[in-house]
Each structure stands twice: as structure tokens, then as C-alpha cells.
């Protein structure tokens, strides 16, 4: 069967040029050798008419065909100077095109930063955008409300987590990438032959082969099938500004974007590297901010729904053939309900209501058929709010939610039904019996499946819960992956504090965009090692959400409504400011009458369930081969060639400035930097021994700033007179207990004398090399000495007697043409008997050919049981 590969997008440069009449949008793949170019209508004052010729340009083309349209546009052929085609700005990529009250405007990627590679699949940040105005000012027809919703647009800061790729799919998960590429698809004859056609007469405009000049093959086992697949437009944030030029143009222009998080960070154990990748992707469908997005839609859509994905994969091979991957997803999101806060008695916790009744669980069927069309089943269901409350609360979400999931499982094949599991994590915080984070870690162990996690907010409790969760999932990761011979990972670990750092910058970044400041609980608040300080960090953290609540998020979900298209400005209805709710904007099934409303009892879609544990999405079938285009191409074609589009061999780079040295290391950024200590990612280390407090200087002085302030603190404060800021309390079930946790973790005194910090660098430089080497060698270090008796490999000790055999060949001539090079050629050591017995033993073992256990065996495995059991 051939292989099949996903086509790297082929704009990923772009020019703009400008005339009186038209812009002209040139763009090129990374080592320009194909270059489109589209033609934007500028005398249209509110239409977009967009030409794409559908050609392929090579360099010189483009250069003859911007000449000709510079010559031809000048006022005066004869005067060089009036260029007559001018150029406007560069750009990476487009977002798309928007119309408010007057005409269209461009929305342009003017400056990236790469974030991440997945197996050469570069991920990239936006960081700058620009919006320039098509039509031209002869033609324009002003507007006076045109520039406050061009300001509302812009609130949008796409500089900030907005992410894309030209070659991988990132509203897609992991797996649903790779299995993309496993399809037969040689069986579909139908839908290969309609494409066929179109394939063989745009062979020579289409695609661009370096060795069809030469004459050789490209059908056979130089065959490979070409993919582009559709996105998943419910984690695609531009899929409305692209949707008017969707059918018109090359999808080499289109480019989606996702708004979440993204982080890479290196995990080197003893110098392979190990990528751990964190994505997350926001639902565009019913987002907004905190107290104005809350519950589902109409259409089973919940408010703050984030699918976060972890991803660790062995970097030292660059290959989704020939790598090992590993990938799991969580997701988040509000109780599938209709319910709502009121803000406007400006109170820090406003009473929950529920909107509407909805005894048959309509919505809530809406949302989990949607998790079984793409995770398949089993779903699990995390649901950390309050159970036990003096007064209502919380506790309404909790028993609505547990009547729909029952009425929903009563339809369900029992293998398939959706697993509940509802543990009040804000009590269990207050308990000095019970441990939050190993009750979590329980749950975790016996999790297999999707997990979806809760609260209220689904922010500080959430994101705890999922750090816990990917902590054991990891651990299973690096053990499928051989890295590890057991998957059990502790805290206070270069592995873990590394994921653990990863995690966090993953809550704030959610926690910014939903509920406008960074986390208020982290992990260490419910470890209860936390430094006095943060206790303030809390308040101040509190504070801010509060205030973005109450003052700024009316502007943020406006801007949102805009952005997204949920409202599309027009002269003939009211202003996007003077609705008085976005409620049927988002509940598009309160303006009209739903002709087919779903049924109660069968609230899948059809063909769900038949593939069952398997998700629809990924199911081989004729609706999900429709939405993948595949084409026949030459294995060495460079749209497909990951190789080069990763190392870029046609381009000068530096060492210095690639991804791979700047991204997170952790034996550069955790690991202790003490002479002789133990380069394990997986020991477990005091919390003075990391590498940033070593140091002295990190990148992030929040850390360092806390580990200095900790020595001279008072034992932390009660996790009740933490959470009394936070949203997992409320006033009526705070208590007053203020004893010190047992597990909090005593931080030695940092060392403030220079002269006693001098000492302890002496002697830990003395214990592994049997000196001190600040002070000069004396005489007697530098004579030759008798060296004691090692055991290299073999059986036989090395003696000052045999040294003159052992290093008499290493004297003959040095590897290397220079003579100030030291290493010389040397032969392997002998190898004893009794070690060949034991490597031969340990290879027919792994061949399946146990050989039988001897007397010795016997007693030793007594021996092991004794010890461990008795």
C-alpha cells in the first residue's frame, strides 16, 4: 500500500502589492519555488472580489509578471521614479477578511514564533497581525459608527495565544492525525477516480517535481498519497473570516488558527531527548468570559470548553513512520446546563439559577454526543463541585448533573455508559486526613478513557485535577515509550517540577482568557508547601478577577461576538452596543420553531453507536472520506517532504537561534549544577537542590523570589485561610482551623555568610574529586601514582603489571589528523565468559526462550520474597 503523507501548506510567505485598482497577494512556499498570486478588486466599495488563476508561478515568472504590472500601472511610462505598483507589507499568513459598515478589510500575520515541533511539524505563535482597508478612498463610503467596531474588533489581541501550522492539524488530536494517514485509501475507487482527473490535468501546474525533468517514475513505490483534511471548526477561531473566500480559492491560502495554549519543553534523560508538548484548544462555539458565558446553548455547546492535549515523543527520531508517539486528552468545560449567574448585584459570588427546565437532559444529550462522535467512548465525568453546602449553591449544578447523566445512561448499552464520578474537592482541601492530590492521584489510576473535569469556573480546582491526571498519564507515556521500567512518577523530580512548570503556564493562560487573571490555587497550594507570599498573590489574584468581572468583560465578549461573526454588523439592525443580551445570538434555536428536534431516548447521531468503543470521526466511512482531498504525488515531491521543510538545508541558520536550544531543557533549567550530582530527570530532590535556585538567576524571578522569602518565613497558612479568597468556598462553610498541614515541606536557610558558603563549596567539590581543586596542586599530586584495580567489561582485574599490554596499542597514532588532538584508537576489552553467559541469557529472554531456573534461581527469588513480603 503507499504511504501517505499530509501536504505542507505552500503559502507560507506573502507579499502585498498595491495599485489604484487591485492588491496583489504573491505568495510562495519556504524556499520560494512556487508562488501563487491573488488579485483583490479595490474599485468594489462593499464587495469582495477576489481572482485566484489557480497557477503555479516559478521565481522568474513572478519577477517578469510584478514588472509588467509596475510598467503598465505608472502615469508616465518614461519617469522610473512613479512606481506604479508599490509594496504594501510581508506577512506569514492570512486570518481573513471582515466587513463591518463599509468594505472589506485584510487581516495579515506580519511577525511568528515557533512554539513547537511535533514530529517536524513546526507550531507556530502569532505575534503581531495588521488590518489594511481593500477598497480605495475614491470609492469608500464613510460610515460613522465604522471605526468604533473596528475598535471592538481589535480588542481581540490575536498576539496573544493564537497559534497555527502549515503542515500539522491542530484542531485535530494526535491520533486523529495518525490515523488520518493509516486509511487504505486505494479502496475508495470512487472517490480516488473523481479526484483522479482533476489530479493528472493540473499534475504540471499543481505540483511542483524535481525529477520530472529527468524522466523518472512517479507511479509504483514512488507513489504516495497526498492529504489535506478539513479541520474541526469547532476549535478553529477564523474559520468565519475565511468562509466568504473558502470556494473561491487554493486552500494552500487557507489557514486556520487556534486560541488556547501551546508549550514544548525538553525532558533529557541522560541525553535523549524527550519532548513533552501541551496543547490546548478553546471552543469558539459559545465563548466568552466568566459570569457572561455559562451552562450550554441550544445546541450543546458549553461555555469555557477547553480540549487539552499532552503529547511526549522520543525527539531523537524525527518520524511519524518511524517514531514513537504517545498522546492523551482531557477536557474541560461549564456543568451542560442551562444556567446563569446574575451580575448585576455586583456580588464577588452571585446566586446560580437555572434558566430552564430540562427534565429529558436535551442539551446535555447535545454535549456528550459530540464527545462520542470524536473520543468515542468511554467518557468519564470529573465533577469537582460542592456536594454538602449550609445553603444552595454549587450544589444545584451537582444534583442537575447527576439526573441527566442518569436519565442519559438508561439508553446506553451498559459497556458504553457514561462514567460519573463527583468528589467535593473544596472540602476534602479542609480535611487534615485526607490528601487532595492522592485521592486525585486514585482517581487517575483507575481512569481509562476521556476524562472531562468541572467545577464551577473550571479554572484553580480544574486545572489541578488535569495537572494530576496528566501526571499519571505521563508516567504511562514515558513507560510505553521504555523510559522508564514502572509508571509511577514522584513529586520534587526534574521530570515532574518540569511538567509541573509546563501545567501552570498552561492555568494562567486559560485562567487569563475566561476569568481574567492567572490562577488563584496552584499545585503547590494544595500540596501546602506554598511560600507565605503567595497568600497575597491570592488576594491580589482575586482582586483582579473580580474586577475584569465586574468592569471589563462586557468589552471582551463584545469583541468575541465580533470576532467569531456571532454578530455581523448591517444599517438595517440594531448596533452590536445597544443589545441588551447576547442571548439569541448564541440560542439560535429561540428565534424560530425547530422543525426536527432530536428524540429523547436515541439522543446519538446515526451510526454513533455502531462503532462504539471506536470514535465516528475516526471510523473509515464515506461521510469522513469526504472531507479528506487526496492526491497522487512523487515521494520526493518537496510539498510533502518533511525533511526539508524542518531543516530548511537551502537556508543559513545558527545553532544558537534554533527552537531546540532556546526551548525548556531540564538539565539545563532543573537539574542541580553541583559537581558529582545525579543527572536522573526521575530523583527525587530537595527543593533548595534545583537548578534555578543554584543558579542564583532564572528566567522567572517569581520562583527565585519565593524560594529566598520561604527560608525566613513562618510555617504556611491553613489551606481554609487560603481558599477563603478563591471560588472553592463559600462564607458559609469556611472553618476556623488553623493548624499547620503535616505535609507541608520544611526549606532549609539559604547560607548568607560568604565565608561558610565558601566552605560548602569546598567540601562539595572535595567529596567526588578527593581534593580541594581552589588551592594549587602540591608536588606529590602531581607525581605519577600506582592506580588501584579496575574492572573494565571483563572478569580480570586491571593491574599496574598488565598496564603496559592494556596501553602500549593506545600509543601508536591518534585518530585524528591534528597532533594536539588526545584520543587515540583503542581495541575493545575482552569480554569474560561468565559476562557472555549472562548477555546471551538476557537475549533469548527477549526472544521469548526462558531457559530453566536453577538451584540458584531458586534461593534467590526465596530470598526476594522473604525480604519484600514476610
Known amino acids: 500500500m503507499p504511504q501517505s503523507a499530509a501536504i505542507i501548506g505552500g503559502i507560507q510567505r506573502l507579499v502585498l502589492y498595491e495599485t489604484r485598482a487591485r492588491y496583489f497577494l504573491v505568495g510562495s512556499n519556504h524556499a520560494q519555488t512556487k508562488h501563487r498570486v491573488l488579485k483583490i478588486d479595490r474599485t468594489e466599495p462593499k464587495d469582495l472580489v477576489i481572482i485566484d488563476d489557480k497557477h503555479v508561478y516559478n521565481q522568474q515568472e513572478v519577477r517578469e509578471l510584478l514588472g509588467r504590472l509596475d510598467l503598465g500601472n505608472r502615469t508616465k511610462i518614461s519617469q522610473k521614479g512613479s512606481s506604479g505598483l508599490s509594496r504594501t507589507v510581508s506577512a506569514f499568513g492570512i486570518v481573513g477578511f471582515v466587513r463591518f459598515l463599509e468594505g472589506y478589510y485584510i487581516v495579515l500575520i506580519t511577525k511568528r514564533r515557533k512554539m513547537a515541533d511535533i514530529g517536524g511539524h513546526s507550531i507556530y505563535k502569532i505575534e503581531d497581525t495588521t488590518m ?46 495518525l490515523t488520518l494517514l493509516q486509511r487504505p485509501y486505494e479502496q475508495w ?37 497526498g492529504l489535506y483534511n478539513e479541520p474541526y471548526y469547532k476549535y478553529v477561531w477564523n474559520g468565519k473570516l475565511l468562509e466568504r473566500v473558502k470556494d473561491i480559492v487554493h486552500h494552500d491560502w487557507l489557514m486556520y488558527i487556534i486560541h488556547g495554549f501551546c508549550g514544548q519543553s525538553k525532558l533529557l534523560i541522560y541525553g535523549r531527548p524527550v519532548h513533552i508538548t501541551l496543547i490546548a484548544r478553546r471552543s469558539s462555539k459559545f ?5 457572561l458565558k455559562r451552562g450550554a446553548n441550544c445546541e450543546g455547546d458549553v461555555a469555557n470548553e477547553v480540549e487539552t492535549e499532552q503529547v511526549v515523543h522520543d525527539a531523537s527520531v524525527m518520524s511519524f513512520t518511524a517514531g514513537s508517539y504517545s498522546s492523551y486528552v482531557q477536557v474541560r468545560g461549564s456543568v451542560p446546563l442551562y444556567w446563569s449567574q446574575d451580575i448585576s448585584t455586583m456580588m464577588p459570588k452571585p446566586p446560580i439559577r437555572l434558566d430552564q427546565a430540562d427534565p429529558y437532559a436535551y442539551v446535555a444529550g447535545l454535549h456528550f454526543d459530540q464527545m462520542l462522535q470524536r473520543f468515542g467512548s468511554p467518557i468519564i465525568i470529573l465533577n469537582l463541585v460542592k456536594k454538602r453546602e449550609k445553603r444552595k449553591h454549587e450544589k444545584i449544578l451537582s444534583e442537575e448533573l447527576f439526573r441527566a447523566v442518569v436519565n442519559l445512561n438508561q439508553f446506553l448499552p451498559p459497556s458504553h455508559c457514561i462514567d460519573y464520578i463527583a468528589w467535593d474537592m473544596a472540602r476534602y482541601t479542609k480535611s487534615k486526613l485526607c490528601n487532595v492530590l492522592d485521592r486525585l492521584s486514585m482517581i487517575a489510576e483507575n481512569v481509562t478513557g476521556v476524562l472531562r473535569t468541572n467545577c464551577v469556573d473550571c479554572l484553580d480546582r480544574t486545572n489541578t485535577a488535569q495537572f494530576m491526571v496528566g501526571k499519571c498519564a505521563l508516567a504511562y507515556q514515558l513507560y510505553a515509550l521504555g523510559m522508564i521500567d514502572k509508571p509511577k512518577l514522584q513529586f520534587d523530580t526534574d521530570c515532574v517540577r518540569l511538567f509541573e512548570e509546563l501545567y501552570e503556564d498552561h492555568g494562567d493562560t486559560l485562567s487569563l482568557q475566561y476569568g481574567g487573571s492567572q490562577l488563584v490555587h496552584r499545585v503547590k497550594t494544595y500540596r501546602k508547601i506554598a511560600p507565605w507570599t503567595q497568600h497575597s498573590k491570592d488576594i491580589m489574584q482575586t482582586l483582579s478577577r473580580y474586577y475584569s468581572n465586574a468592569f471589563s468583560d462586557a468589552d471582551r465578549q463584545d469583541a468575541i461576538n465580533l470576532f467569531l461573526q456571532v454578530y455581523q454588523p448591517s444599517e438595517f439592525k ?61 515521494q520526493l515531491d518537496e510539498s510533502i517532504d518533511i525533511y526539508t521543510e524542518f531543516f530548511k538545508p537551502y537556508e543559513l541558520t545558527s545553532f544558537d537561534d534554533t527552537f531546540c536550544i532556546a526551548m525548556t531543557n531540564s538539565a539545563r533549567e532543573f537539574m542541580p549544577k553541583t559537581v558529582g550530582a545525579d543527572p536522573n530527570p526521575f530523583t527525587v530532590r530537595k527543593p533548595e537542590e534545583t537548578g534555578k535556585s543554584v543558579l542564583g538567576k532564572s528566567s522567572k524571578e517569581e520562583t527565585i523570589l519565593q524560594r529566598k522569602t520561604a527560608a525566613s518565613a513562618p510555617p504556611p497558612p491553613s489551606e481554609e485561610a487560603i481558599s477563603s479568597t ?20 520544611p526549606i532549609k536557610l539559604l547560607t548568607e555568610s560568604g565565608e561558610s558558603s565558601r566552605t560548602q563549596e569546598q567540601h562539595m567539590a572535595k567529596e567526588p574529586y578527593g581534593l580541594n581543586l581552589a588551592e594549587f596542586p602540591s608536588e606529590d599530586d602531581l607525581l605519577p601514582r600506582d592506580l588501584p584495580k579496575v574492572n573494565v567489561y571483563g572478569d580480570t582485574p586491571i593491574t599496574h603489571a598488565s598496564l603496559p599490554f592494556f596501553f602500549s596499542f593506545s600509543l601508536r597514532e591518534p585518530v585524528s589528523c591534528f597532533p594536539e588532538d588526545s584520543i587515540y584508537a583503542v581495541l575493545p576489552p575482552q569480554v569474560g565468559k561468565n559476562s557472555q553467559e549472562v548477555f546471551e541469557g538476557h537475549v533469548m529472554t527477549g526472544q521469548g526462550q526462558v531457559r530453566a531456573l536453577c538451584r540458584e534461581d531458586m534461593l534467590m527469588y526465596r530470598e526476594y520474597i522473604k525480604n519484600r513480603y514476610m
Open 132 to 177: 489594511i482597508y481593500i477598497p480605495n478612498d475614491s470609492v469608500r463610503v464613510t460610515h460613522p459608527d465604522e471605526a468604533r467596531y473596528l475598535r471592538i474588533f481589535q480588542n481581540v489581541d490575536l498576539s496573544s495565544n493564537f497559534y497555527f501550522s502549515y503542515s500539522y492539524d491542530l484542531s485535530h488530536s494526535l491520533q486523529y492525525n
Open 726 to 745: 478563591s471560588e472553592d468556598d463559600s462564607e458559609e462553610d469556611r472553618e476556623d482551623e488553623g493548624t499547620v498541614s503535616q505535609r507541608s515541606t
Open 189 to 225: 475507487s470512487s472517490a480516488a477516480s473523481s479526484t483522479e482527473e482533476e489530479v493528472h490535468t493540473q499534475s504540471k501546474q499543481d505540483s511542483f517535481d524535481i525529477f520530472e525533468d529527468e524522466g523518472l517514475p512517479t507511479k509504483g513505490e514512488r507513489m504516495v498519497y
Open 574 to 634: 440594531p448596533h452590536l452596543w445597544e443589545l441588551p443580551t447576547d442571548f439569541y445570538l448564541h440560542h439560535t434555536s429561540t428565534m424560530a420553531i425547530p422543525q426536527d428536534r432530536r428524540s429523547y431516548t436515541l439522543w446519538w447521531s446515526e451510526g454513533v453507536l455502531s462503532y462504539l468503543p471506536v470514535p465516528y470521526d475516526e471510523v473509515p466511512c464515506e461521510e469522513n472520506m469526504n472531507k479528506v482531498k487526496v492526491k497522487r504525488m512523487n
Open 287 to 291: 465563548a466568552g468570559t466568566r459570569f
